[in-house]
């Protein structure tokens, strides 16, 4: 039992010690001003993704045959042994543990019930929230309570919320501005990639970074959505747009997380158009991180197959 414990937190340990240095490297490489903020938004998914799955712990014995030079890293190994050989400290760490994740699985829960209530604001217009008011390009679009700030609804199949009166507030180029920026999140499924890295967080609470890419992954999905709109020529609208939105005067606010990088959102989009070079300077941030990431894989799975080679 001791064995097949000291086992599993020495898969743990190796798995989280190199997703940490792709973590590193991703941080590294998206602090680069070139390249485009779509490309560091999937460079942080990729990132989050990896803490989540440790390849290690898949491997098989045929791979595992093949791996002879591998050896294994023996102060993480030392630690998992002394824990698990510790009765006390095995379980007082579980304990921990699962305590931690049980609350923020609750955390996660309060936060889906709080904005995921069907039909929520719509009532009191008369709306019906089954049906919506428009489409854009193949997005449902409905509307909702006057207070309520544009955003995406969904996670297969998501749809657009609009606050009544939105129209009257913004000009056409504006809400043309707002519709596409929202649009790049309902066609991503962002809300789903949200979800996946906070269930992630739920059974990694403990590990720093998986907080801190939590946290970029919000800022580049904002990012990359304002690029979309800049792309379309009406990065000034929407700087028009977040203006008027973000107005106290204003029933209509903006959600936090976007209001929290409102002055970076708005430099970016009130900027020049980026230069010709970004497209190279984008392909080169995803290969240089692709191989970080395959090398980290690589490695993981040599320092764990070496488990099962001394076990035969």
């Known amino acids: 039992m001791h064995e097949q414990i000291a086992r599993v937190l020495y898969y743990l ?48 014995k045929s791979l595992a045959r093949h791996l002879t030079w591998a050896s294994p890293l023996g102060m ?33 829960c309060l936060r889906l019930g709080a904005e995921w209530r069907p039909g929520q604001g719509l009532q009191d217009q008369g709306c019906d929230d089954r049906r919506p008011a428009f489409f854009a390009q193949g997005v449902p679009v409905r509307l909702g309570r006057a207070s309520q700030a544009p955003s995406v609804d969904g996670l297969l199949h998501p749809h657009i919320f609009l606050p ?13 501005a707002v519709l596409i920026h929202e649009m790049t999140h309902a066609k991503r499924r962002d809300n789903l990639i949200r979800l996946v890295h906070e269930i992630e967080l739920c059974a990694l609470w403990f590990h720093p970074l998986v907080w801190i890419t939590g946290a970029r992954l919000s800022l580049y999905r904002e ?32 959600q936090a997380t976007a209001a929290s990088f409102l002055s970076l959102r708005i430099a970016r989009l009130a900027a020049p158009q980026p230069q010709r070079n970004g497209r190279a300077a984008s392909g080169l941030l995803a290969v240089t991180f692709g191989a970080v990431l395959a090398m980290a894989i690589f490695q993981t799975v040599a320092h764990t197959a070496c488990c099962f080679l001394a076990r035969h």
């Not at 009544?164 to 043309?176: N, P, Q, V």
Request: charged share 15%.
């Open 223 to 254: 990012l990359s959505c304002d690029e979309s709109v800049i792309h379309s020529a009406r990065g000034r609208d929407l700087v028009s747009a977040l203006a008027k939105l973000a107005n106290p005067e204003q029933p209509l606010l903006l």
């Open 76 to 108: 993480i190994g030392g630690v998992g042994l002394r824990i698990a050989e510790d009765a006390v400290l095995a379980s007082l760490l579980g304990a921990v543990w699962l305590l931690g994740a049980a609350l923020m699985f609750a955390r996660l």
């Open 164 to 176: 009544g009166g939105i129209d009257r507030l913004l000009s056409k180029d504006e809400l043309a």
């Open 13 to 60: 340990g190796v798995h989280l010690m190199y997703a940490s240095i792709v973590w590193l490297a991703a941080w590294l490489l998206t602090l680069i001003p070139r390249g485009s903020a779509t490309t560091k938004y999937w460079i942080w998914v990729a990132t989050s993704l990896n803490f989540m799955l440790p390849l290690g712990a898949l491997v098989d």
